[in-house]
């Protein structure tokens, strides 16, 4: 005869099991339905162009798995009427915050630049600006070539002074705003909107610290043409301890220089022998 007490202890550890299956099986399917449950999200209405001012007619609200709404959406129309998109939206996708911006009516450098830092501009060309193809919210370091030399000698140095600086501005264009200007046309006294992206610069604002501030201008008043910017990816945040390139370096120990100097340190014999009437150097 089986043992009841055997028997009753099976009988509470399946009821145990069975409740603790109900209570996950219950858990997994609450989550499952509250990822399906539908959700407002407001998507374009119509394919909408970069530098548009938003309007009514342009979206429209959706009702979307909470799946598949993406990280910064809206769910009212009211809260983006009037933003400006900064690349183009496709019809039926969602509207994210990081793809508009507010419509200023003017732009303030000032608000752009972090407390207790300063924004200071660098003059760039063809060469010493990258071409002309850095933007603003990118990031850059800072090469300066230097002759502290007198007279006729010279002492060149080349340096890498500060890296991972932040632009927040290409000419007129600044970072985080509509990179448009309105102008009145002097004839016909319409308004027009000049893309300040496409303008040509002549300089980059650049933002520092105080003390680097003052480097800056150092550089800037050492000679013309002594600052040169390197773009670095926006996700390289490193700091790289590099060394001063002089003509040693980049030219080597076979350079006209090189040569000459080990010209001057060749070996000399250790002493002298005299072998008949001739003198013989030994080695």
Do not use: C, H
Not at 44 to 62: S, W
Not at 70 to 89: A, K, N
Not at 135 to 155: A, H, Q, V, W
Request: aromatic content about 4%; proline content about 5%.
């Amino acid at each position: 005869m089986a043992n009841p007490r055997a028997v009753l202890i099976s009988l509470v550890i399946a009821l145990l099991a069975v409740a603790l299956v109900w209570s996950f099986v219950n858990q997994q399917r609450a989550s499952i339905l509250e990822l399906a449950t539908p959700q407002k999200v407001v998507v374009a209405n119509q394919d909408i162009q970069a530098l548009t001012t938003i309007d009514e007619t342009m979206l429209r609200v959706d009702s979307v798995p909470r799946s598949y709404i993406q990280p910064g959406t809206y769910s009212e129309m009211p809260d983006i009427l009037g933003l400006v998109t900064t690349v183009p939206i496709k019809k039926g996708e969602q509207i994210l915050q990081n793809k508009l911006l507010f419509k200023e009516s003017q732009t303030k450098l000032s608000t752009r630049v972090t407390k207790g830092k300063r924004a200071v501009s660098i003059p760039v060309n063809d060469i010493s600006g990258v071409a002309r193809l850095i933007k603003p919210g990118d990031r850059i370091d800072i090469l300066s070539s230097i002759d502290y030399g007198s007279g006729d000698r010279e002492n060149r140095e080349v340096k890498t002074v500060l890296q991972d600086i932040l632009v927040v501005a290409s000419g007129r264009n600044i970072v985080a705003s509509v990179p448009v200007e309105i102008r009145k046309d002097p004839i016909s006294g319409k308004e027009i909107k000049q893309d300040l992206r496409q303008e040509p610069y002549q300089n980059v604002t650049i933002e520092v610290n105080p003390e680097e501030a003052q480097s800056i201008v150092f550089l800037l008043t050492s000679g013309a043409g002594n600052i040169f910017l390197a773009l670095r990816n926006a996700d390289d945040r490193s700091i790289e301890k590099l060394f001063t390139t002089d003509s040693d370096k980049v030219l080597g120990e076979r350079s006209k220089k090189g040569q000459k100097q080990e010209i001057k340190t060749e070996r000399q014999p250790r002493w002298m022998e005299f072998r008949g009437t001739q003198m013989t150097p030994v080695y």
